[in-house]
């Protein structure tokens, strides 16, 4: 049966760990096809796990199967959860993960418990390979996430990422830092929306500093700082071919704010015509 | 022809190396159906490959083709191999890349040679392209074994990793550290439950230091060092959400012992009471 | 429709850029298979990618499609492109990624335009997801190169490496290291035999080193650098088990020169019988 099962873990690419998870995969369903969102979360990082997982949802097709493990608890009662939601699945363990999914109205949790569904022998330390990595290959074979074991009212969910209105604005907090050096935060494109009202023009600090708002890395000069509102909906902060989380030193949990300007300044913004 | 074909090298992710190889194999099988297993083995490290190898043979399904190229004597008088054991196939060079399997009861072991199942123009430094890629894939368009070269009886080995029965328990080596700082090493888990016996408590000494032996690593208390039969069957040590190779100074080579405890000392672990 | 589509981008593994472009993909093809060639092109290095491009054109087969996102301009003015070339097809950016291909014969070039072949909500900052991914999928489904825009008859070409003859020689540049420490020139393989000549015996001079041209990296001694004609074809240096680029701190523009040997000299290499 083909089937996208998307991978996130945090099991790096230089160990053969996923291989391993790969192929006890293929064995239940020679026609699985993977998606490998990233192996590189940081080790046990599970807030940056669940961002990768949010960010796979919105764009993958109905049936997709997630499989999604950075298990800090691997071995111990932690539970193991199937979960439906938006017409998606989701296998990993109970441990806010999936938080992104776990509010969608039609959303059904339950216990990955039934034997049937792993290996035979379960090792204490590897439970991609051993128990969810099957269950992932069980359901695009077709088996109903009841089939797995009883339903779960409560599954773990991380504490919301903060995004407050504040007089004149909204502050939140950077969630992350990607690959180039952006920094991703708290703060959507809505509530951007909600504070630069009809056209108004916008002012984002962070780290002590003030910056524009743009609309995409190219309307920054070189080297300059800027916030736009990213690919995930998202508000960043950028540098236009640098880093801005070497640049500003932020990192994740620094505070942001967006307000409306006072002045109209694009102080690093292209439009800027004098230096 | 649907088959799988797993991927273990030395050739990194940054350069084009894995895919080329990729491209020339599905150029010969479309269907050819690829599982990384990692390609950030240390450069020119038989050794790391070989361990990648042979968590992978105790996985993978039937007529898989294990493809394994960390080459540092490329384009040299060294030998090219194909093997059949255990009911899959193995394609490299005959460095010791294969030694888990080249002891198995079935195994036959052919040299490479027959230029029918290699590129027109072979280069002197890229044979995982011109020669074990299209080899890798004639494997899974069937063609046996024996076809591509005459039998060897020989296939180079690596010395075999040391794990010796000393007085009171039994000592080994650590065999590499994965992306978490674990130490993985030579002593297996039957070896562990030798020591252990009916039940006992059991010690490891690695580095100067003493620690209990536990479940998973859930079982130990945060930062503490304790050791484990992990996911391959072996004895690790580990370090709860923290890295073992770092806390303790240690990577390959070093030494590590199991004994049978004096008291039952469960120092480190989550059963400790009192901190 | 089965293809193949290869992926070639500085969006690295870290962060989900890649599985929500290759999600999109698989939403509009399923049966698209990819082949990652690489995403570690340093962040904004359009010469990287292109060179990464030029490799897997060489070897992949008619009607593989070439997905590539280097892409510092995102958001702005520049074009994106389709290209039709040799039998393959190229999708992305029009920055001078995909120069390799851009003066052959039978090339046409396209500028992506149609909103026919994107996504219904296109971000400011992720064409691969939101463009290139969508038009790459579209091409394996068979939608012809012209039909997603007017023909473009100046798309972008690098700067092309310098590479030319000097007295009794020829002179080039390093285009880039490989992850073993490989510095790959601009000199390729005819240039060379031309300054061998029938046969004569060559010297390289880089880094104010001399070093002879060997064949393979086992015909030099342990840790000595020698020259040899890469599996690109091209001048590569190299240190046996060892890092050239770190060895000479040289990297990326090192000038570097071939020229004909006055003595047959061949320090370094293993033929040398005396040390």
Redesign the interface.
Known sequence: V?A?I?L?TD??????????M???I??LN?DA?F??????VA??DVREGA??VE??V????AG?VHLAVVD?????S?RGLVVSAGGQFFVGPDNGIFTAVLSLPDRQAFELRDPAYRLPTV????HG??VFGPAAAHLTLGVPPARFGPPIGDPVRLRPATARDVTGGVEGEVLGV???GNLITSIDATAVARVSGRGGSVTVRIAGRRMPLV?????LDDGAVGA????HGRL?VAV??GSAAARLRAGRGARVRVSRSTKTSTTGSKRRTSS
Chains 1, 2, 3 share one sequence.
């Open positions: 083909a996208v998307t996130t099991y790096g690419t230089r160990d053969p760990y996923v291989g391993e790969k192929a006890v293929l064995r020679p096809r998606v490998d969102v990233t192996h590189d080790p046990h961002l990768a960010a796979m919105a764009v993958c097709p997709t800090p608890g691997v071995g111990t932690r090792t204490a330390t590897f390979r051993d990607d690959r180039f609309r995409t890395y190219g309307d736009l509102v990213g690919s960043e236009r071919e």
